[in-house]
């Protein structure tokens, strides 16, 4: 018996076989990242991947039964997928994998659109936790949707096809940058500063224009989308990096990406949803947005829809939703910071998560003295490690980051807050929040396997 405990590289612990299976399961992952880069996106590949597989749209006034496969997307940004089982719920509870499906980018000011200097131009006002440095001199994909005067709705999605146009906010030549590079990097790019060109092309005609580029980019907005600046104000567009996920490294190990925090456990939460029609367990899976601005609103974990939901599966049965939740369990699936050798001091490297090793697993997350967090309690992460290691999944546990780095948190403590037995499992990330993030192809397969566990 080995009484030391020692942290488990996934690769080196995989054979030939099992080496295949995670190359090609990053496969799958990358289509599912390139569809779904914001959570409106994400929830249209959920509802195509869970109409391929069977289910059927849910409602609150339906009476669910076992066997029953449905899907309810809330608002277009939040997904809800369940598969009721056989077993009683009010005895077990439900399993609950919850992962957000929004990332950090830039989306439009209400009144985005100006001319300056032959130049027209979207302002942006950042959503979540940017280095804002990072987002310059990037060509930029625009995603969302307009709404026109009567209720019409356009969807937006210009960048991301090769013979699309891109957009591309600027910078300072080095040459010039004396006063910038003076500055800490928190203010050497100002947030009021990050406004995307949109076109250069002034309109001729008859009559001189005053601001020719931009009337010639809204007559070109008209044309494409029937729309008028006023109709931006009834918008939802975002700015992200254009462009696909690609492997990294000679042995393609890794995948560099946008938007991976946390489409990187969404993925393999829908799959190990997918793949477990057998349980006997009533399964919910949930994508949830507004993660990255605090989980509040509508769409949020925060947002009674939850509740709402295991209410309609407890009435479907005749059993009291408190009982259920009570007896609930929850992975709540999120990224955490991978050890980054490069940055040794912001970790603590005896409780840090590292790439390859696994499933991530944090009992807590939060800052300055584990404030404004779940903590998973002792009973329950040993009955998932039990669970972990009866399913061959090679998991790691730490925190993120060193004490009083900094810190952060999930969706973790607003399930766990509804009575939920909640923990947070995911994968490491490199280069959290920057445009193009690094995740290693055996971590996000090892999460699948935690998933498909977690549903057994
Ligand atoms: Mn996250
Ligand atoms: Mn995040």
Known sequence: MDFNYERKNVYKEADGKELEAIYDYAEGYKKFLNASKTERDAAKTAEKMALERGYTPFSFDEKLKAGDKRYFINRNKNVFLIKVGTEDIAENGVRIMVAHVDSPRLDLKPNPMYEDSGLCYFKTHYYGGIKKYQWTALPLALHGVVMLRGGERVEVCVGEDEDDPVFYITDILPHLASEQASKPVSKAVSGESLN?????????????????????????????????EVDLQCSELCFVPAGKARDVGFDASLISAYGHDDKVCAYPEMCALFDSEQSPHTIIAIFSDKEEVGSDGATGAQSRVICDVIDTISASFGVNP??????????????????????????????????????????????????????????????????????????????????????????????????????????????????????????????????????K
């Not at 939060?366 to 998973?376: H, L, P, Q, V």
Request: overall charge negative; aromatic content about 10%; proline content about 2%.
């Open 196 to 228: 995307a060109v949109i076109g250069g092309l002034p309109s001729v005609g008859e009559e001189e224009e005053k601001e020719a580029v931009k009337a010639a980019v809204l007559r070109l907005l008209n044309k494409k989308y029937n729309m008028t």
């Open 322 to 455: 408190v009982v259920v939740r009570y007896n609930s369990k929850c992975i709540s699936a999120d990224v955490t910071a991978g050890f980054d050798p490069e940055y040794a001091s912001a970790y603590e490297k005896r409780n840090s998560c590292y790439i390859h090793c696994g499933a991530a697993v944090s009992k807590y997350t939060g800052s300055r003295g584990k404030s404004g967090t779940n903590d998973a309690g002792a009973e329950f992460t040993g009955w998932l490690r039990d669970v972990f290691e009866e399913n061959g999944v090679i998991w790691q546990m730490g925190e993120l980051g060193a004490i009083d780095v900094g810190g952060g948190g999930t969706v973790a403590k607003y399930f766990a807050n509804l009575g939920v037995d909640t923990i947070d499992v995911g994968v490491p990330v490199l280069s959290m929040h920057a445009p193009y993030e690094l995740i290693s192809k055996a971590d996000v397969y090892a999460l699948y396997k935690a998933c498909l566990a977690f549903c």
